[in-house]
């Protein structure tokens, strides 16, 4: 599995151990602070006291850390608006932002009714609750077809993950040109040492559902398998045709 193209879901269940409630913990710090190292003494242990007695969900954990002082340190005071609300996207709903009318509604929401209410805004979404409920981590959802999601949406996530040792710490929006000229994004690849610099070698099986390819030829679901450089160039074929992707995994 390609690391920076999906993540496995973490699920904090009733009568969790302790290992569980660590494991669960320690996926919520990587996933919303965007890998980012924390010390010791950063983290925050009363929500984490919550989340061991019951007090709290694991959404309501992950709006503990995405509001906290350390989250807005890293993210908000440091990076530009839009690399902001690039980030929340990621970091809380696992993918990236569709279009510029997403990042207008972000924007209005925190120039009106302020940072929290930018936060809650992800977290009390149908989106965010339909995809990961009360107990399970937020993770990178770009490598399937998402109800309400446009297909452009793939490319865009592929260019926020940059890898299991990459961190979201930067100033610029990495999609704010391609998303502001309503242009398509390409899949480059990643900066060697992130954790995903093999994969410009490697191959992927890309799973479609309605997919026509001419009169004569039509199937309910086909697979394509293609190699990293042909990525980018098939996914917009098949999105072109009127395709929707199921999955990509990486084969080899």
């Known amino acids: 599995m390609a690391l920076w193209i999906e993540t496995e879901s973490v699920e904090l269940r009733p009568n969790a151990t302790e290992e569980d409630l660590q494991a669960t913990?320690?996926?919520?710090?990587?996933?919303?602070?965007?890998?980012?190292?924390?010390?010791?003494?950063?983290?925050?242990?009363?929500?984490?006291?919550?989340?061991?007695n019951g007090d709290i969900t694991v959404s309501g954990f992950v709006r503990a850390v995405a509001q906290s002082d350390l989250y807005r340190s890293l993210f908000f005071e440091t990076s530009s608006p839009y690399r902001f609300i690039e980030l929340n996207f990621k970091h809380l709903l696992g993918r990236a932002?569709?279009?510029?009318?997403?990042?207008a509604?972000?924007?209005?929401?925190?120039?009106?009714?302020?940072?929290?209410?930018?936060?809650?805004?992800?977290i009390d979404s149908d989106e965010y609750i339909r995809s990961f409920g009360d107990h399970i981590v937020p993770s990178a959802r770009g490598n399937r077809t998402q109800a309400g999601i446009k297909n452009v949406g793939f490319n865009r996530t592929f260019a926020l993950m940059r890898g299991f040792a990459a961190n979201d710490?930067?100033?610029s929006a990495k999609l704010?040109?391609?998303?502001?000229?309503?242009?398509?994004t390409k899949i480059v690849a990643?900066?060697?040492?992130?954790?995903?610099a093999s994969n410009t070698g490697?191959?992927?099986?890309?799973?479609?559902?309605?997919?026509?390819f001419g009169a004569r030829v039509t199937k309910s679901v086909a697979t394509f398998e293609v190699g990293y450089n042909q990525l980018s160039q098939k996914i917009q074929s098949i999105q072109k045709t009127g395709g929707k992707i199921?999955?990509?995994?990486?084969?080899a």
């Open 25 to 52: 913990i320690r996926a919520v710090y990587r996933q919303v602070l965007g890998n980012a190292h924390i010390f010791e003494n950063q983290r925050l242990t009363s929500a984490e006291s919550q989340l061991r």
């Open 97 to 103: 932002p569709q279009d510029q009318a997403e990042i």
């Open 105 to 122: 509604e972000h924007v209005q929401i925190y120039n009106t009714q302020g940072y929290a209410a930018e936060i809650n805004s992800y």
């Open 169 to 171: 710490l930067g100033k």
């Open 176 to 184: 704010i040109s391609d998303i502001g000229s309503n242009l398509a």
């Open 190 to 196: 990643p900066a060697a040492g992130s954790g995903a």
């Open 202 to 212: 490697k191959r992927f099986r890309i799973s479609v559902s309605k997919a026509n």
């Open 246 to 251: 199921i999955s990509i995994a990486e084969i």
